[in-house]
């Protein structure tokens, strides 16, 4: 898992819509779940967007601090 700063965590909950969920947070285990089993992956937070900003958020969020991310929508997906 990579490590973030909680008070970057804290800073993008508050201006998120959707459901963001970080370890230890009730559910947490089963959004980071993989549908290929092969991979465990433990990602620092599981944002499940509701709205077009949230996923701009989310977008610019990772951007300043140059990590990999991919979205999922449905059958569709993006990665930066």
């Known amino acids: 898992m990579v490590a973030v700063d909680d008070e970057a965590v804290e800073s993008f909950k508050a201006r998120f819509a959707g459901i963001a969920l ?3 947070d009730e559910g947490y285990d089963e959004a980071r779940a993989l549908w290929n089993g092969w991979f465990d992956k433990r ?3 599981v944002a499940r967007c509701r709205t077009t ?3 701009v958020r989310v977008s610019d969020s ?3 601090v ?3 991310w991919r979205c999922e929508a449905g059958v569709t997906a993006w990665q930066a």
């Open 22 to 24: 970080t370890p230890g």
């Open 43 to 45: 990602p620092a937070v």
């Open 53 to 55: 900003q949230d996923v």
């Open 62 to 64: 990772l951007a300043r």
């Open 66 to 68: 140059a990590f990999l």
